[in-house]
């Protein structure tokens, strides 16, 4: 070999080990054969830590910082990226190109950001399998933010300001396995809105304004294996509402505002339903419930709230005749 070649060759190599084994100031690195993580944690940061970040990149996190902006021109260094979790930050938007040129991104963590509106396509361009915008600010979501392919199975989109279920704009997400609507201003469920969901096995809608529910609220997602309802307004459930739900195990309806349960509604195979924190008034409407929890072992320790002389009561130690029942 001339010596111009190995010199060339021994530079290369140089540049490429330097480069493959760099770390951003104020980050960490761990290399392993597979995988390159870098964590950036540090407060005082407020741009994009893109000098030293190595090409091979697949996980990035930036947290608790001071970054407002992202674009697809910092994220171009890491196209090996597999992982971006960024919680904590101030970003209050992001491009629509921002996932542009990440052919391997599954997971987006934007917990805790000052997020209010994203624009049109903006998770389109990667093939996402978990998206996290859990506390943010956001009041609307585009129908086509995702794509009409997208292989999303994790969506959660708590702690946003969400006024209605957004039915029309999760349309195209049909392999959702865990949908995440907890802590929003959601006063519905409209009818067939889990429709297109058809293996979505967790739904979290607790800590809304939901009033009632449709005797179709559920029908489409038989796969469903946990709903969580408490914390809401419900004050009355149709008969019929979990009925087709064969893969029940957890239902949570505590903290609404259930007087009494109309007889068939929980002739389900679920092995867990809780129902305090309701005010359950203990008359002879009261017998159905009364029956699923001292004959079948419900799980769940629901008390009288009414009449006055059963105030506190626990309604498994009833008797027929403070139902007013015949002995
Ligand atoms: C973050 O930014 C704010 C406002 O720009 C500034 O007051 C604060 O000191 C910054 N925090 C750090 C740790 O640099
Ligand atoms: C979803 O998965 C299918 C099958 O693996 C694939 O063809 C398709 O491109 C994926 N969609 C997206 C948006 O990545
Ligand atoms: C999905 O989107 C692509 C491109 O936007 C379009 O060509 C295709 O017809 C759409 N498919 C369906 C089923 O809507
Ligand atoms: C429902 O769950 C079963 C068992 O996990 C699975 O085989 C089936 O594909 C799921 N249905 C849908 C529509 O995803
Ligand atoms: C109820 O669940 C048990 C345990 O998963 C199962 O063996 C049984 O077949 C189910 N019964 C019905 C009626 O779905």
């Given at each position: 070999?001339?010596?111009?070649l190995?010199?060339?060759l ?11 084994l760099?770390?951003?100031k104020?980050c ?25 970040l ?37 970003l ?5 190109d ?6 391997y991104?599954h ?7 000052e ?14 399998l ?8 956001i009041s ?7 794509p ?7 969506l959660?989109?708590?702690?946003n ?8 704009q999760?349309?195209n997400l049909?392999h959702?396995k ?28 607790d ?6 529910l449709?005797?179709k ?14 914390k ?18 957890y ?23 809780e ?8 008359d002879?409407?009261i ?5 699923k ?8 320790e ?26």
């Amino acid at each position: 070999m001339n010596s111009w070649l190995v010199r060339a060759l021994a530079v290369m190599l140089v540049l490429c080990s330097r480069d493959a084994l760099s770390c951003p100031k104020r980050c960490t690195c761990h290399f392993s054969a597979k995988t390159t993580e870098v964590v950036c944690p540090d407060a005082g940061l407020s741009h994009f830590p893109g000098d030293g970040l190595p090409p091979s990149t697949t996980s990035l996190t930036i947290q608790f910082t001071n970054l407002t902006v992202l674009t697809s021109e910092h994220l171009r260094a890491v196209p090996l990226l597999e992982e971006l979790h960024l919680p904590g930050n101030k970003l209050s938007s992001l491009p629509a190109d921002i996932l542009k040129d990440l052919k391997y991104l599954h997971t987006i963590d934007l917990t805790d950001n000052e997020l209010r509106e994203l624009p049109e396509y903006v998770f389109r361009h990667a093939p996402l399998l978990n998206l996290v915008l859990k506390d943010n600010r956001i009041s609307n979501i585009h129908p086509d933010w995702f794509p009409n392919n997208s292989n999303l199975t994790w969506l959660d989109l708590s702690g946003n300001q969400l006024m209605k279920f957004p039915m029309a704009q999760l349309q195209n997400l049909r392999h959702l396995k865990v949908l995440h609507l907890s802590q929003n201003k959601i006063e519905e469920l409209p009818v067939g809105c889990l429709d297109a969901h058809t293996a979505l096995e967790r739904l979290y809608l607790d800590q809304n304004k939901i009033q009632t529910l449709d005797v179709k609220a559920f029908s489409g997602s038989t796969n469903l294996t946990h709903i969580f309802l408490q914390k809401n307004r419900i004050d009355s459930l149709p008969p019929t509402v979990f009925q087709e739900l064969k893969r029940l195990e957890y239902v949570d309806l505590s903290d609404n505002r259930l007087q009494f349960l109309s007889p068939g509604i929980l002739d389900i195979n679920t092995s867990w339903v809780e129902l305090t924190f309701n005010p359950w008034h203990c008359d002879a409407k009261i017998e159905y419930l009364w029956r699923k929890i001292t004959m079948e072992s419900l799980q769940s320790e629901p008390k009288c709230a009414a009449p006055e002389n059963l105030k506190d009561r626990v309604i498994a130690t009833l008797t027929r005749k403070d139902m007013g029942l015949k002995e």
